[in-house]
């Protein structure tokens, strides 16, 4: 059976710590017109490549993204060549800057607003950093707040506060490297807080005020919204990786064990354990397999978890966006699967909580029920806000403009 050609395709790939995921989308209609995404082709492999959100073995990070490739591309019956990449990591650093321009001719044009977002990005950063994005979060035309798009309106005084992402220059361009060596070209490097975000909030809560915490293998990464923008960014180095070693080291099991008891049969409350029945445990070396019930696993689990959403609160409330989130915290990623944590959120953040699962994209259902493929669902819907057909949101039609130039540098460099 031959292949099709891919240009009019969607690609995403979420090179996470835990695992490659590789989709492929087409735009499809819908009835309001904006065009919906269909997924018809989705590739996973484990990762090995990666420690916490970075690269730190190539070889196998092009194997497992080769690998999660090649899956998708067999089920779409397509050859991809160029896709949206997600990049995290604790080198990722956020801050929120302001920019002013004079408006000339007394109606502020296109080209205001691109000089205004270049003010406000004209910062002085490290040298081994480089901009991933500028977001605008609102515009203030002559001291008149919360202006989405100024064009066309009467003014002498332009203001844009925008929210910038920065990251290492060496995390950056060895992902490129990794993604280019499985013949692929990298379209966008897109934060995968900003894509697991677009892919399980609702507009009212990002107008709200709102919090979404991704758990993944390696990081936690948040990004907190109000008033429809982006207003703070952080990566919190503790995530499933560390439960899975913490029960390793507690119960003295290889950690590929650890890893599926925890998925099997892990519970972050063991006040929620019901059924405490006994797990097997396979030992190192010659040991004998031990018996262990469900409510010591919990309680393993538990001071781990309650670290890293205390480790939230602090960020949030550092950054002084903890009273914005009156819409509460949405959690996804892999670890959102875990039974128990959202009341152990709610507990320790004392806002409502709800899970977080991928939506605005049909085609294939696994998708649409796992939390583990929020940061790959994002990336299609970054892409498709690429798309010069159909709506675009002001935010990403800047972020695009921009991650596009920061892009075009970065590939000047290798
Ligand atoms: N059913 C489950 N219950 C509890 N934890 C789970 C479950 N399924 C997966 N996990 C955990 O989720 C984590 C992987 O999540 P995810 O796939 O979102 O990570 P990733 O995107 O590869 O990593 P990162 O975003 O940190 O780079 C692992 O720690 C894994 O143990
Ligand atoms: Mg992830």
């Given at each position: 059976?031959?292949?099709?050609?891919?240009?009019?395709?969607?690609?995403?790939?979420?090179?996470?710590?835990?695992?490659?995921?590789?989709?492929?989308?087409?735009?499809?209609?819908?009835?309001?017109?904006?065009?919906?995404?269909?997924?018809?082709?989705?590739?996973?492999?484990?990762?090995?490549?990666?420690?916490?959100?970075?690269?730190?073995?190539?070889?196998?990070?092009?194997?497992?993204?080769?690998?999660?490739?090649?899956?998708?591309?067999?089920?779409?019956?397509?050859?991809?060549?160029?896709?949206?990449?997600?990049?995290?990591?604790?080198?990722?650093?956020?801050?929120?800057?302001?920019?002013?321009?004079?408006?000339?001719?007394?109606?502020?044009?296109?080209?205001?607003?691109?000089?205004?977002?270049?003010?406000?990005?004209?910062?002085?950063?490290?040298?081994?950093?480089?901009?991933?994005?500028?977001?605008?979060?609102?515009?203030?035309?002559?001291?008149?707040?919360?202006?989405?798009?100024?064009?066309?309106?009467?003014?002498?005084?332009?203001?844009?506060?925008?929210?910038?992402?920065?990251?290492?220059?060496?995390?950056?361009?060895?992902?490129?490297?990794?993604?280019?060596?499985?013949?692929?070209?990298?379209?966008?490097?897109?934060?995968?807080?900003?894509?697991?975000?677009?892919?399980?909030?609702?507009?009212?809560?990002?107008?709200?005020?709102?919090?979404?915490?991704?758990?993944?293998?390696?990081?936690?990464?948040?990004?907190?919204?109000?008033?429809?923008?982006?207003?703070?960014?952080?990566?919190?180095?503790?995530?499933?990786?560390?439960?899975?070693?913490?029960?390793?080291?507690?119960?003295?099991?290889?950690?590929?064990?650890?890893?599926?008891?925890?998925?099997?049969?892990?519970?972050?409350?063991?006040?929620?354990?019901?059924?405490?029945?006994?797990?097997?445990?396979?030992?190192?070396?010659?040991?004998?397999?031990?018996?262990?019930?469900?409510?010591?696993?919990?309680?393993?689990?538990?001071?781990?978890?309650?670290?890293?959403?205390?480790?939230?609160?602090?960020?949030?409330?550092?950054?002084?966006?903890?009273?914005?989130?009156?819409?509460g915290v949405v959690i996804t990623g892999g670890v959102a699967q875990t039974p128990g944590i959202l009341e152990l959120a709610e507990e320790v953040l004392e806002v409502a909580v709800r899970?977080?699962?991928?939506?605005?994209?049909?085609?294939?259902?696994?998708?649409?029920?796992?939390?583990?493929?929020?940061?790959?669902?994002?990336?299609?819907?970054?892409?498709?806000?690429?798309?010069?057909?159909?709506?675009?949101?002001?935010?990403?039609?800047?972020?695009?403009?921009?991650?596009?130039?920061?892009?075009?540098?970065?590939?000047?460099?290798?």
């Open positions: 059976m031959s292949r099709r050609a891919t240009a009019e395709y969607l690609v995403s790939l979420d090179v996470g710590t835990s695992k490659v995921a590789a989709m492929i989308g087409e735009l499809v209609a819908s009835p309001n017109g904006t065009g919906r995404v269909r997924v018809i082709g989705l590739g996973t492999a484990p990762m090995r490549g990666l420690k916490k959100g970075v690269v730190v073995n190539i070889e196998h990070t092009v194997d497992s993204i080769r690998r999660a490739v090649e899956a998708a591309e067999l089920m779409a019956n397509c050859r991809v060549r160029a896709a949206h990449v997600g990049i995290t990591g604790s080198h990722i650093k956020s801050l929120n800057s302001v920019g002013v321009v004079p408006i000339r001719h007394r109606e502020i044009s296109e080209r205001d607003v691109e000089a205004v977002i270049e003010a406000a990005s004209a910062l002085a950063i490290p040298a081994d950093q480089q901009v991933l994005h500028v977001v605008p979060q609102e515009y203030v035309v002559d001291g008149q707040e919360g202006i989405h798009d100024p064009v066309g309106m009467s003014a002498v005084r332009l203001e844009a506060k925008v929210h910038m992402v920065t990251g290492t220059l060496s995390a950056a361009q060895n992902l490129y490297k990794c993604v280019e060596r499985c013949g692929l070209t990298v379209e966008k490097l897109v934060l995968q807080h900003l894509a697991s975000s677009d892919a399980v909030l609702s507009p009212d809560e990002r107008d709200l005020g709102v919090c979404v915490i991704d758990i993944g293998g390696g990081t936690t990464d948040i990004a907190v919204f109000k008033g429809g923008s982006i207003r703070h960014t952080a990566v919190v180095p503790i995530a499933g990786d560390l439960v899975t070693s913490d029960i390793a080291v507690a119960f003295r099991t290889p950690a590929q064990h650890a890893e599926q008891i925890k998925i099997k049969y892990g519970c972050a409350l063991p006040e929620l354990v019901q059924n405490d029945a006994l797990i097997e445990v396979p030992s190192v070396g010659e040991t004998p397999p031990r018996r262990l019930s469900r409510q010591m696993l919990a309680e393993v689990m538990r001071p781990r978890l309650e670290e890293l959403f205390r480790y939230v609160r602090k960020e949030l409330h550092r950054a002084d966006v903890y009273d914005l989130i009156a819409g899970l977080g699962l991928p939506h605005d994209v049909e085609g294939i259902e696994e998708i649409t029920r796992s939390p583990a493929y929020s940061t790959g669902v994002g990336l299609l819907l970054f892409a498709k806000q690429q798309k010069p057909v159909g709506t675009r949101s002001l935010s990403h039609a800047s972020v695009g403009n921009w991650a596009g130039k920061v892009q075009g540098w970065l590939k000047g460099h290798f």
